[in-house]
Antibody, heavy 119, light 107 residues
């Protein structure tokens, strides 16, 4: 069965960067889009972007251009998101998620990674 | 960006009751709409996709309807395990956008 296993909680300092991971299993990693979604404390969900691991193509929400960088390692079936120039506004839970089929609802989710930005 | 206006923001209902949650898109999204359930500390779970298709394993008391800009999620015969926050999401256009959520509690 499809599983998305994310890396653990991060406590990072303002102005630094953090890279979180999402290890996929149970399907062909290169054949589906991997999306990333942010949920700030007490807030709703924001779509950050996707990467297609088969060719490395990416698409970002303009709001996260320059903030998030998506990459994927086919050899380990792992997707990554690097967040840069962190501020307290970036404190949130970040999810990786995969659609049921391309361009569809997200049927598969990682467990979420909590990123806390604090000095 | 397409704005998704979800209502109500919170809802209190009794066991066995029928509940309706609405989502209004700022433009036509051609039924490219999903509904999710999220419980505290957990990831969202897909309930409905393509506005009215029930995701595998989701109880049949959940149903979705709508077209154009107006969509709704209906929960028949409310159960205690349905206490959660519910979100709609459009995937017709980038960026994908979500409603602000409806928090469902038991009366």
């Amino acid at each position: 069965q499809v599983q998305l296993q994310q890396s653990g909680t991060e406590l990072v300092k303002p102005a630094s960067s953090v890279k979180i991971s999402c290890k996929a299993s149970g399907y062909t990693f290169t054949s589906n889009y991997m999306h990333w979604i942010r949920q700030q404390p007490g807030n709703g969900l924001e779509w950050i972007g996707w990467i297609y691991p088969g060719n490395g193509n990416t698409k970002y929400n303009q709001k996260f251009d320059g903030k998030a960088t998506l990459t994927a390692d086919k050899s380990s079936s792992t997707a990554y998101m690097q967040l840069s120039s962190l501020t307290s506004e970036d404190s949130a839970v970040y999810f990786c998620a995969m659609p049921r089929v391309s361009g569809d609802g997200f049927a598969y989710w990682g467990q979420g990674t909590l990123v806390t930005v604090s000095s | 960006d397409i704005r998704m206006t979800q209502s109500p923001a919170s809802l209190s209902a009794s066991l066995g009751e029928t509940v309706n949650i609405e989502c209004l898109a700022s433009e036509d999204i051609y039924s490219d709409l999903a509904w999710y359930q999220q419980k505290p500390g957990k990831s969202p779970q897909l309930l409905i996709y393509n506005a009215n298709s029930l995701q595998n394993g989701v109880p049949s008391r959940f149903s979705g309807s709508g077209s154009g800009t107006q969509y709704s999620l209906k929960i028949n015969s409310l159960q205690s395990e349905d206490v959660a926050t519910y979100f709609c999401q459009q995937y017709n256009n980038y960026p994908n956008t979500f409603g602000a959520g409806t928090k469902l509690e038991l009366k």
